[in-house]
């Protein structure tokens, strides 16, 4: 028998990433629950929820019994999203700070945090599904380094309407 793959999901504390968590639970897959601080609150004097977020996080874990970790990027966050924010306003341009956190955030701190430290196989999140693989043909793509290279010149079409001029 195989063992079961182990998937690290990022848990917000919202409804999102609970479900993805309880569906790869019940789909067998060894599931781990990881929340990401990314702001601090110690000099706030708005509403921040982190806190309350974490908690439900922690919560989500154990009614689904599955392992609980936290981990603080707060100094990530301010140095490669929110800097990056406000350098841009001030430009006069109109940043989007969750791109940005994907990319940082998500998709470096967190996917190298969920390999090189818990071994995770995959990572999961409430959001980015894909749906149109299988199970074992998602685990068996390698992963492959970001291309170079403006976006737009690395998409791929598909279903074109119109033939491509050569």
Known sequence: MQAARHVVCALSGGVDS???ALLLRRRGYQVTGV???NWDSLDEHGV???DK????AHRVCQIL??????VSWVKEYWNDVFSDF???YEKGRTPNPD???NKHIKFRCFFHYAVDNLGADAVATGHYARTSLEDE???QQKHIKRPEGLFRNRFEVRNARFPRRP
């Open 35 to 37: 929340f990401m601080k």
């Open 86 to 88: 406000l350098n841009e």
């Open 137 to 139: 043909e998602v685990f």
């Open 18 to 20: 609970a479900v993805a």
């Open 65 to 70: 019994d599955i392992p609980f970790h936290q």
């Open 48 to 50: 921040c929820t982190a």
């Open 99 to 101: 791109i940005i956190c």
């Open 53 to 56: 977020d974490c908690e439900d």
